[in-house]
């Protein structure tokens, strides 16, 4: 069936020699294309100064990691798209204090709906060059909205006395953490706390800053290994377009 798909998709050649790629995977072009050109140097920098800050200014980490992640931010959605995504911030953190979780939810709803309404969607698309850079905004958006869901409930939940500006630069790290910035994981904001208080704690002094920057890329290399191989082998893509293949192929090859 693989000749019937090259003619039909325009299978491309791909980085496994006698494979062809599957180009209709858009979300994995996207993030690829992004990869090339930014994101894994700002990641490998991320986990530079993450390393750095845990072995020698423990204290000093999470704001290093905040504000890096904030320039980094700002390098690829320029001033105006960070902007979109701070004043989301300000609303969802001022009706959050309310501890009111259907205020929350409603705002919460009401800003990630902004994403659909046509007028701002041209005006955001007018500040970028290429309809790549306005999606990657679009990603942030509605991903840090994720994330202002999660930080507004566990501030309703929580007993009053936590200081408002301790919550507001949580919520800023929380926000603008590098390595999920831009699409996930979801982590909660609970979990998101504890993790970031234990890393701090369990700082191994011992291990060297390279093989803590070999560990961590030897496993983003691994999983973006695995899924370049489906995408050479499997065309899921392609077949879950096409009625005649998904009534052909046998359930075993689906």
Known sequence: ??????????LE???LKGFKRDPSDFEWSFWTEWAKKSLLWTLTGHGIISRFT??????LRVPALTIYGLLAAGSVLGVKGVSVLLVHLGLSFSVAQLRKPALSWACNLLLLSTLHIQPLQEIQRDW???????YLLLFSIAVCGLRFISFSLELCWCPPGHGGVVQLCWLFSYTFYHPFFYNGPIITYKDYIEQMCRSGEESDKDQ?????LVLRSGRIILWWCIA???IHLMYMHSIQSNETYLKILPPWAL
């Open 1 to 10: 069936h693989e000749a019937g798909l090259e003619r039909e998709f325009q």
């Open 13 to 15: 050649k791909g980085l």
């Open 54 to 59: 845990s072995v020698y200014y423990p204290k």
């Open 128 to 134: 970028y060059k290429t309809e790549e850079e306005y």
């Open 208 to 212: 060297s800053l390279l093989s803590y």
């Open 228 to 230: 370049e191989f489906m």
